[in-house]
């Protein structure tokens, strides 16, 4: 069972506007979320985190929001850049071990 | 920085082949995975490592055997390849329960099985 899902399988935002990904989890225990970004035929790149005890963190141009009970994660990306595109994955753990992955949204910023 | 290098980026075998895909990290990392990535499904955990000669089942296993005879280095392979395995295969490490760290990923390989 998906522990961790991205409904969205793709979303297209024109550059300069906000890009908005969302994620939701169904496991309680997770205590680390993470974003990752994934260029075609390359590893995905850790983006930014954030741990169960915050509700937001901001590294530039990127805010992941974390709601614990709604079980809901986001990441903002403020302004979206053409470069931003590619696809994003949200992942969760529990015990800084395993990592669970949701399967992506395809992000497309159109210049 | 971290660095993972998966020995080959792309990789043509034949139905039935034994196949070997290799992973090396310089980080002294403790845990490292095996994934494969196909479109609509995400990364999906095929095994991982949490130290030497030490493997674990993710969520498919089947048709995969891993080895981990020293720290830096883990393998995936295929004992009889079947085209249901072509795919991209993705290699992770973090450092172990330390404290929250993020995975790092090797570039993948580009698995297709004739």
């Known amino acids: 069972d998906q522990q961790v899902k991205q409904n969205s399988p793709s979303l297209s935002v024109q550059e300069g506007r906000i890009s908005i990904l969302n994620c939701d989890y169904t496991?309680?225990?997770?205590?680390?979320f993470l974003w990752y970004k994934k260029y075609p035929a390359e590893g995905p790149t850790f983006l930014i985190s954030?741990?169960?005890?915050?509700d937001k963190n901001e590294d530039g141009r990127f805010t992941v929001f974390l709601n614990k009970s709604a079980k809901h994660l986001s990441l903002h990306i403020v302004p979206s850049q053409p470069g931003d595109s590619a696809v994003y994955f949200c992942?969760?753990?529990?015990?800084?071990?395993?990592?669970?992955f949701g399967t992506g949204t395809s992000l497309t910023v159109i210049p | 920085d971290v660095k993972v290098t998966q020995s080959s980026r792309y990789l043509v075998k034949r139905t039935g082949e034994k196949v070997f895909l290799e992973c090396v990290q310089d980080?002294?990392?403790?845990?490292m995975f095996w994934y494969r990535q196909d479109p609509g499904l995400g990364l999906r955990l095929i095994y991982f490592?949490?130290?030497?000669?030490?493997?674990e089942k993710g969520d498919i296993p089947e048709g995969y055997s891993v080895s981990r005879e020293k720290k830096e280095r883990f393998s995936l392979i295929l004992e009889s390849a079947s085209t249901n395995q072509t795919s991209m295969y993705l290699c992770?490490?973090?450092?172990?329960?330390?404290?929250?760290?993020?995975?790092?990923f090797g570039d993948g390989t580009r698995l297709s099985i004739l």
């Open positions: 992770a490490t973090s450092p172990g329960a330390i404290g929250n760290q993020p995975q790092h």
């Open positions: 496991n309680s225990m997770f205590d680390y």
């Open positions: 954030i741990s169960s005890i915050k």
């Open positions: 992942a969760a753990t529990f015990n800084g071990n395993q990592f669970y």
């Open positions: 980080m002294d990392h403790e845990n």
């Open positions: 490592s949490y130290d030497v000669k030490m493997k």
